[in-house]
């Protein structure tokens, strides 16, 4: 989901030396990541009152004027720094809407889960069930899908946060580890512990299924 780091470390190399092509370079070339970040992220009743591509502009806005800041010293990797910027805009806009939202403030930077990501919800659900099903064999794929999102929307907070950065957001286990505070060996058991409670949830839910057909 994010871009190459080692082309990301160049490019903050010259923009410590003040080079602002490679600053606008740094900020453009992470902006369609930091897109799809937001549209994962946004309620999508949210989304009709704010434009996604607004909310990612101001991100990229205030990196800007605090990019000098973070070369002086970078406490996170850059593509984390920027992903906790949007997360804090996330907030701020749910906050602002959480009257007309349906989620709870509680719940204000929880999973949209994108429906056009369906390599990523495709393999994820291939991890938790028995049934290996592609994306293109819609009615079965959608079914399937439909009782995914049905059982990732009864997991606690922090179980459903570290399945989205992990298989939605593409973060590695350190990269999740960086971003929560954890040690690695914590966010492994975190997550490890949150698959299986995912993949019991969705196997109730089959079950259900197949007693009511």
């Not at 871009?3 to 470390?9: A, L, Q, V």
């Not at 999102?149 to 593409?170: N, P, S, W």
Request: hydrophobic share 40%.
């Amino acid at each position: 989901m994010w871009p190459n780091s080692d082309k990301t470390e160049e490019l903050l190399l010259k923009a410590q030396e003040g080079d602002s092509v490679a600053i606008n370079n740094l900020l453009d070339r992470h902006r369609d990541s930091l897109h799809r970040l937001v549209q994962m992220r946004l309620d999508p009743q949210i989304q009709q009152r704010v434009d996604v591509s607004d909310i990612v502009q101001e991100v990229l806005i205030g990196a800007n004027q605090r990019l000098q800041a973070y070369l002086e010293k970078p406490s996170l990797p850059f593509h984390l720094w920027l992903r906790h910027m949007a997360k804090d805009r996330l907030i701020d806009a749910h906050r602002k809407h959480r009257l007309s939202a349906k989620r709870s403030v509680n719940r204000e930077c929880s999973l949209v889960v994108p429906k056009g990501n369906d390599a990523s919800t495709a393999e994820l659900l291939n991890q938790i069930s028995d049934q290996q099903i592609p994306p293109d064999e819609t009615a079965t794929y959608r079914e399937l899908a439909g009782h995914f999102e049905a059982a990732i929307a009864t997991l606690e907070k922090q179980d459903e946060e570290i399945i989205i950065m992990r298989h939605f957001e593409e973060l590695s286990n350190q990269e999740v580890a960086t971003a929560l505070n954890l040690t690695a060996p914590a966010a492994s058991m975190r997550y490890l512990r949150a698959m299986k409670r995912l993949r019991k949830q969705l196997a109730t839910l089959l079950d259900d299924r197949s007693q009511t057909t």
